[in-house]
Nanobody
Protein backbone atom coordinates (compact mmCIF):
# COMPACT_ATOMS: atom_id res chain seq x y z
CA UNK A 1 0.00 0.00 0.00
CA UNK A 2 1.44 3.33 -1.07
CA UNK A 3 1.43 6.03 1.60
CA UNK A 4 2.40 9.69 1.54
CA UNK A 5 3.28 11.68 4.67
CA UNK A 6 3.64 15.38 3.99
CA UNK A 7 5.15 17.82 6.50
CA UNK A 8 6.79 21.22 6.78
CA UNK A 9 3.81 23.49 6.34
CA UNK A 10 2.90 26.33 8.63
CA UNK A 11 2.08 30.01 8.93
CA UNK A 12 4.54 32.36 7.26
CA UNK A 13 4.56 36.03 6.37
CA UNK A 14 4.56 37.19 2.74
CA UNK A 15 8.08 36.98 1.40
CA UNK A 16 8.94 34.12 3.71
CA UNK A 17 10.14 30.60 2.94
CA UNK A 18 9.16 27.05 3.74
CA UNK A 19 10.47 23.62 2.82
CA UNK A 20 7.92 20.86 2.46
CA UNK A 21 8.81 17.18 2.74
CA UNK A 22 6.97 14.06 1.68
CA UNK A 23 8.03 10.61 2.80
CA UNK A 24 6.78 7.86 0.51
CA UNK A 25 6.38 4.23 1.49
CA UNK A 26 5.06 1.17 -0.27
CA UNK A 27 6.63 1.88 -3.65
CA UNK A 28 10.03 1.89 -5.30
CA UNK A 29 10.49 5.63 -4.96
CA UNK A 30 13.50 5.98 -7.23
CA UNK A 31 11.58 4.63 -10.22
CA UNK A 32 8.64 6.97 -9.86
CA UNK A 33 7.77 10.36 -11.29
CA UNK A 34 6.74 12.49 -8.33
CA UNK A 35 4.45 15.51 -8.11
CA UNK A 36 3.31 18.22 -5.74
CA UNK A 37 -0.26 19.49 -5.94
CA UNK A 38 -2.02 22.15 -3.93
CA UNK A 39 -5.63 22.91 -3.11
CA UNK A 40 -6.66 26.39 -2.05
CA UNK A 41 -9.74 26.90 0.15
CA UNK A 42 -12.84 26.30 -1.93
CA UNK A 43 -10.77 25.51 -5.00
CA UNK A 44 -9.62 22.56 -7.03
CA UNK A 45 -6.38 20.66 -6.68
CA UNK A 46 -3.73 21.88 -9.12
CA UNK A 47 -0.33 20.61 -10.17
CA UNK A 48 2.52 22.69 -8.76
CA UNK A 49 5.64 20.79 -9.72
CA UNK A 50 6.92 17.50 -11.07
CA UNK A 51 10.24 15.66 -10.91
CA UNK A 52 10.75 12.57 -13.04
CA UNK A 53 12.67 9.47 -12.07
CA UNK A 54 15.47 10.84 -14.29
CA UNK A 55 15.54 14.10 -12.35
CA UNK A 56 13.88 16.34 -14.92
CA UNK A 57 11.76 19.01 -13.28
CA UNK A 58 8.76 21.15 -14.14
CA UNK A 59 7.10 23.91 -12.14
CA UNK A 60 3.81 25.67 -12.82
CA UNK A 61 4.02 29.19 -14.23
CA UNK A 62 2.43 30.60 -11.08
CA UNK A 63 5.34 29.44 -8.93
CA UNK A 64 8.19 29.44 -11.41
CA UNK A 65 11.42 30.92 -10.02
CA UNK A 66 10.01 30.69 -6.48
CA UNK A 67 9.43 26.95 -5.93
CA UNK A 68 11.97 24.18 -6.45
CA UNK A 69 11.14 20.48 -6.43
CA UNK A 70 13.78 17.91 -5.55
CA UNK A 71 14.09 14.34 -4.38
CA UNK A 72 16.27 12.14 -2.20
CA UNK A 73 15.93 8.61 -3.52
CA UNK A 74 17.94 7.10 -0.69
CA UNK A 75 15.45 8.52 1.81
CA UNK A 76 12.34 8.02 -0.35
CA UNK A 77 11.60 11.70 0.24
CA UNK A 78 10.28 14.43 -2.01
CA UNK A 79 10.87 18.11 -1.25
CA UNK A 80 9.39 21.44 -2.27
CA UNK A 81 11.47 24.49 -1.44
CA UNK A 82 9.31 27.61 -1.49
CA UNK A 83 10.69 31.14 -1.31
CA UNK A 84 9.14 34.58 -1.64
CA UNK A 85 5.78 33.17 -0.60
CA UNK A 86 2.63 35.10 -1.47
CA UNK A 87 -0.86 35.04 0.07
CA UNK A 88 -2.12 33.25 -3.03
CA UNK A 89 0.18 30.34 -2.20
CA UNK A 90 -2.07 29.56 0.78
CA UNK A 91 -3.29 26.00 0.28
CA UNK A 92 -3.00 22.42 1.42
CA UNK A 93 -0.05 20.84 -0.35
CA UNK A 94 -0.04 17.18 -1.36
CA UNK A 95 2.51 14.89 -2.94
CA UNK A 96 1.81 11.88 -5.12
CA UNK A 97 3.22 9.47 -7.65
CA UNK A 98 2.32 10.25 -11.24
CA UNK A 99 1.63 7.12 -13.26
CA UNK A 100 1.18 6.81 -17.00
CA UNK A 101 -1.76 8.78 -18.30
CA UNK A 102 -1.58 11.13 -15.34
CA UNK A 103 -3.10 8.67 -12.91
CA UNK A 104 -2.41 9.20 -9.24
CA UNK A 105 -2.55 7.14 -6.08
CA UNK A 106 -4.97 7.92 -3.23
CA UNK A 107 -3.94 11.14 -1.51
CA UNK A 108 -2.31 11.59 1.85
CA UNK A 109 -3.41 14.20 4.39
CA UNK A 110 -1.32 16.99 2.95
CA UNK A 111 0.31 19.85 4.80
CA UNK A 112 -1.25 23.29 5.29
CA UNK A 113 0.63 26.36 4.12
CA UNK A 114 -0.77 29.72 5.16
CA UNK A 115 0.82 32.95 3.94
CA UNK A 116 -0.46 35.92 5.86
CA UNK A 117 0.76 39.00 7.69
Amino acid sequence: QVQFVESGGGLVQPGGSLRLSCVVSGSIFSRRDMVWYREAPGGQRHLVARVTSDGDTMTADSVKDRFTISRDNAASTLYLQMVNLKPEDTAVYYCNIELSGGRLFPWGRGTQVTVSS
